[in-house]
């Protein structure tokens, strides 16, 4: 497993940052694509914007955009009709099984 999974199964979403130019690497990597530096990790932040939604039987599912770059498939846990495309949504939990597993909540309390 590599970092990257291996901090999503404890919980922890961290996201690989370039030491030299400071570019958020993304999809995750141990070396910077823009200039092959090596990487370092760190806890990412974990409110992000819900940029579409959809419903798959009971559950929703989101794409989430965070700290400007990074977009991740998630289940959200909102009430449907409490939805709205572009709202601020915060990580609640993560985990890794077969892939990444992104659970997010909506960062006004209404769910
Ligand atoms: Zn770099």
Redesign the pocket.
């Known amino acids: 497993m590599t970092m990257f999974e291996n901090e999503l199964k404890k919980g922890n979403f961290v996201i690989s940052e370039?030491?030299?130019?400071?570019?958020i690497?993304w999809p995750p990597s141990d070396y910077?694509?823009?200039?092959?530096?090596n990487?370092t990790w760190r806890k990412a932040n974990p409110v992000g914007r819900l940029i579409e939604f959809s419903k798959k039987d009971e559950k929703i599912f989101g794409m989430i955009e965070l700290e400007g770059k990074i977009r991740v498939i998630g289940k959200l846990k909102i009430n449907l009709s409490n939805i709205k495309e572009g709202q601020c949504v915060i990580l609640h939990s993560c985990d890794y099984d077969k892939g990444p597993q992104f659970t997010f909540v909506s960062c006004n309390g209404h769910y």
């Open positions: 370039c030491g030299n130019c400071k570019t690497v910077c694509n823009n200039c092959l530096s990487v």
